[in-house]
């Protein structure tokens, strides 16, 4: 059974950090290009971060540039993202989500895009 797994989420203070982790088990992974979304109490899922299945191509939404960094293990078949200098509007729950990629190096950051979801981490920025 194919499926996307997120962990660690939890409390956190502002200026503080988190790593989140996507697992995946039951792919290919590394035919799949790898997108970070969340979902505020109250707002549409937003895009967050988005990997090329290479993983040399990066993209960033403009609320996290400079503080959020995205990677990935093809041997580990993990997705990271590193998020720095939380900030209570960083709270969320952040969703995992993949895309059969035919490109080595091509993006798929829209929700449209995505073929696969995992079932979210709950990230909590309070002091």
């Known amino acids: 059974q194919s499926q996307l797994v997120e962990s660690g989420g939890g409390l956190v203070q502002p200026g503080g950090s988190l790593r989140l982790s996507c697992a995946a088990s039951?792919?290919?992974?590394?035919?799949?290009?790898i997108g970070w979304f969340r979902q505020a109490p109250g707002k549409e899922r937003e895009g967050v971060s988005c990997?090329?299945?290479?993983?040399?191509?990066?993209n960033y939404a403009d609320s996290v540039k400079s503080r959020f960094a995205i990677s990935r293990d093809n041997v580990e078949n993990t997705v990271y993202l590193q998020m720095n200098s939380l900030k209570p509007e960083d709270t969320a729950v952040y969703y995992c989500?993949?895309?059969?990629?035919?490109?080595?190096?091509?993006?798929?950051?829209?929700?449209?895009?995505?073929?696969?979801w995992g079932k979210g981490t709950l990230v909590t920025v309070s002091s």
């Open positions: 989500a993949a895309a059969r990629s035919l490109l080595r190096e091509s993006l798929y950051c829209r929700e449209g895009d995505m073929d696969y």
């Open positions: 039951g792919f290919t992974f590394a035919y799949l290009a």
């Open positions: 990997i090329s299945r290479g993983g040399k191509i990066t």
